[in-house]
């Protein structure tokens, strides 16, 4: 009794500090706190160096274990004594727990599985061959590792082939989700199939997994125990889904209904504990009380979202990373001893790679997919992660593996997954196949046909959420063409970042492909998609303008080329941005910063395109519909000017403001003119030409617009004066960097916004207490 008072009083929470001569590394709290930053830092810098290979976190997480175990530093006596003794791996490893525990949540919550069923009979074969084949080559491959590695003859057959089986089968479903997201595969044919059958084969993996769990219950004791575990644990998931859902759609009807929702989130994560304490009593792990929790909440309503917002940055960012690590730090590389146990790594990642890939590769064949696509199904249904981790470290707690066979386990776990990616790339590269289908698309076209569609003016539009709908709606019904020989056709596309959220995978479910890249179907539930789809709906069928709508879930680094492709499959004439500050409302000058990676973004586009873009600078331009209504219901005639200076860019800003001829949109064009005649200006004849042209046919073919003359001398002023009138709702200008002596004082200036140029910059400006919208229009580069 004594020796057990002194272990329990020896183990303190927290050290009485170094100056009473106390060592905080003795103390469970503070060498928890020293343990968890040097995880994440270890990680996080291993995840900026593997960055550029397309790898994804959880690769860099579980080297960093590894790098911190007795495989690397843990050899170092010292570092592992002070940094990770014994007698704290459960303290480390039942945080990593309680974070694995509230992932899984997130995981049953982001599974749909009515997605699942509408999949079709092509992702279901897909997903059971993929599942099938490398469990029965694991039949055969567990006779050769129970004699090949020491100790594993002693577990039974049954429990030992369940874990190899389900380690070798298995498919990462939020690993690859984000593998087709940066190799641009979302929604292409591949993607898609990709995405329904991991989705499948991930319930199937539960399934198994559990057999597995219940059968390694019964290891040394009565076979009768498994039985009595498989009956609970069926018992437990009916009682769950009959009784438990129910309440949950009630839960989250009234939270979505109210305000005060703190007690509803509380009991929900009473609930994911409550649920992962009843699984574990019956004796199947923790997690699948809380993942069968998971599946109970209602999939893409408000309550969800807001689940999911309150958990994920907490336990995805700062949690789960300490379980990757734990299972790094078990992985003792040195444990793997001797040419046989080398050997017998390389087989089992041979055949894990033969099997999932050879299974995948010949049912999509059989299912008509050609075989590029067919090939590239198989190596990324390869992926392994997060599921492969747990299914290890359950192998492991039971028992069932030892340390040799786990480390190799491992390795194949990763060896697998850093390998999906280039391969991937390799075999299918999707921006090629899609413009081939779109070459062959354009022969297949009459000559009739390309002649109208060159005709017809082609806008693409981006849109950051729904509170920008209102203003662009406005703003393409104010700039487009009345004329019924001007067909028109807007693709409106809605940018939505990418991240390492399961909010992101969430999106990822329910974005369905119908074009290229990211063209989607909207389903219900997804309160986001909904509303700007119903309101383009809505517009196109009240103005009778062909409309697109699409999605774009991307990287900020990558999103520009999602902009840029789809411009280009679509041959757009002119791209539509959103500046990266946008105003609340009419009247207001001060305006909300959206972040500096959304000014990246506008900034690549700016630079790549081979089109004119546009960058919207919203204040309000939706101004006079009142909430909840479409945004065309209001009868306020729009006041637009286009200001004139000269140059390229102004030139298109005319052609672009010249097609307006709609009864209620008041168009002015202002002329700048330069104070004195006599200053020498910089402007080419050629120029002068150009922009005389330009004028003459613009008041040609308007003549209803209004046209005016200014003779400036301070061209500030003048542009300020303009934007603080309130004499216009919308002022268009070209970005240029105009050849002439009126703009040559601001060139001294280094403008707030460079991406506007300087006199969309000097109109945009929140200084000057300007309150109208800007529409700055740049030509394509290449032309300069």
């Known amino acids: 009794m004594e020796h057990m008072v002194l272990n329990l009083t020896s183990m303190r929470t927290s050290s009485d500090g170094v100056w009473q001569g106390d060592n905080p590394l003795i ?72 974070g694995l525990l509230f992932y899984l949540f997130l995981v049953g919550l982001e599974l749909d599985l009515t997605s699942i069923r509408r999949s079709g009979k092509s992702a279901i074969t897909i997903a059971l061959a993929g599942v099938s084949l490398p469990f029965l080559i694991a ?5 050769l590792m129970r004699k090949a590695i020491q100790g594993e003859n002693n577990v039974g057959y049954p429990q030992f082939l369940m874990f190899i089986g389900v380690a070798l089968s298995i498919t990462a479903f939020p ?86 929702d703190e007690a509803f989130i509380c009991l929900t994560l009473a609930g994911v504990m409550l649920s992962g304490f009843m699984t574990d009593l019956i004796g199947v792990h923790a997690i699948f009380g809380a993942f069968v929790f998971g599946l109970t909440i209602p999939k893409g309503g408000e309550f969800a979202a807001k689940l999911t917002k309150r958990i994920e940055d907490f336990v995805s960012g700062l949690l789960l990373p300490l379980y990757f690590a734990s299972s790094g730090l078990k992985t003792d590389v040195a444990k793997i001893h001797g040419i046989k146990a080398w050997g017998l790594l390389a087989l089992i990642i041979s055949v894990s790679c ?31 992660g997060l599921v492969e981790l747990i299914v290890l470290n359950i192998g492991k707690e039971k028992k069932i593996l030892n340390d040799e066979m786990f480390a190799i386990l491992v390795l194949m776990a990763l060896f697998t997954t850093f390998m999906t990616t280039p391969t991937a790339m390799a075999i299918y590269k999707p921006h090629v196949v899609a413009s081939q289908s779109q070459n062959n698309l354009e022969r297949q076209n009459s ?124 041959r757009v004439s002119i791209i539509i941005l959103p500046f990266n500050k946008q105003g609340n409302k009419k009247g207001e000058e001060t305006m909300e ?25 919203d204040r309000g331009f939706d101004a006079g519909a009142e909430k909840g209504a479409t945004p065309l219901s209001t009868n306020i005639p729009r006041r637009v000017c286009i200001l004139f200076l000269g140059g390229p860019d102004d030139r298109k ?66 542009v300020a004066g303009i934007g603080q009138s309130r004499d216009y709702d919308l002022v268009i200008v070209g970005k240029g960097h105009h050849p002439s002596t009126i703009v040559a004082e601001l060139a001294h200036n280094q403008p707030e916004h460079t991406e506007l140029g300087p006199i969309g910059g000097t109109i945009a400006s929140s200084s000057h207490g300007i309150l109208c919208s800007v529409l700055v229009i740049q030509t394509p580069q290449i032309s300069k």
């Open 139 to 143: 039949v055969g491959i567990t006779f």
């Open 354 to 384: 033969t099997g999932k890939i050879l299974g995948t590769f010949l049912v999509a064949i059989i299912c008509m997919i050609p075989v590029r696509e067919s090939l590239a199904l198989g190596v990324l249904m390869n992926t392994k």
């Open 447 to 570: 000559p009739n046909k390309n002649s109208r569609k060159e005709k017809e003016l082609r806008i693409l539009a981006c849109i950051h959420g729904p509170e920008s709908v209102p203003s662009l709606i406005n703003l393409i019904e104010s700039t487009r063409p009345s004329s019924e020989n001007s067909p028109y056709k807007v693709y409106a596309m809605h940018l939505v970042e990418l991240t390492d959220r399961s909010s992101s995978i969430m999106m990822v479910h329910r974005v369905r492909k119908n074009g290229f890249p990211f063209i989607n179907r909207f389903y219900r539930g997804v309160a986001q998609q909904d509303q700007i789809a119903s309101a383009f709906e809505v517009y196109g069928q009240v103005s009778q303008v062909t409309i697109r709508h699409t999605t774009a879930i991307s990287a900020f680094s990558t999103m520009h080329e999602d902009i840029l492709h789809i411009a280009e499959a679509k």
């Open 175 to 260: 690993v690859l989700a984000r593998i087709l997201a940066e190799l641009k595969l979302l929604t292409t044919h591949v993607g898609e199939l990709a995405m329904a059958a991991a989705a499948f084969n991930d319930v199937a993996a539960w399934i198994l997994l559990a057999l597995a769990v219940a059968l390694a219950g019964g290891n040394h004791k009565s076979p009768l125990v498994s039985i009595w575990v498989l009956i609970s644990g069926v018992t437990f998931v009916a009682f769950m889904l009959i009784l438990v859902r129910p309440m949950m759609t009630w839960v989250a009807k009234r939270c979505s209904s109210q305000t005060e």
């Open 27 to 98: 103390h469970a709290f503070p060498l928890l706190i020293v343990q968890t930053t040097l995880i994440l830092f270890i990680s996080r810098f291993l995840t900026f160096l593997l960055k550029p290979l397309r790898q994804p976190k959880v690769i860099a997480e579980i080297l960093g274990g590894i790098l911190l175990g007795p495989s690397a530093l843990g050899r170092i006596k010292d570092f592992s004594d002070i940094i990770f003794p014994s007698w704290s791996t459960p303290i480390l490893e039942s945080v990593a727990s309680i």
């Open 593 to 617: 910063d959206l972040g500096h990676n959304w000014k990246v973004v506008n900034e690549m586009v700016l630079k790549c395109a081979n089109c004119s873009v546009a960058l919207f600078v």
């Open 653 to 718: 800003a005319l052609e672009y403001g010249g097609g307006i001829a709609n009864p209620s949109v008041e168009v002015t064009v202002v002329k700048c003119l330069e104070h004195s005649a006599d200053r020498m200006s910089p402007v080419t004849d050629l120029e002068k030409e150009l922009n005389k042209a330009t004028l003459t046919e613009f008041r040609r073919q308007n003549g209803s617009i209004k046209y005016m003359e200014v003779v400036v001398g301070n061209i500030k002023e003048t």
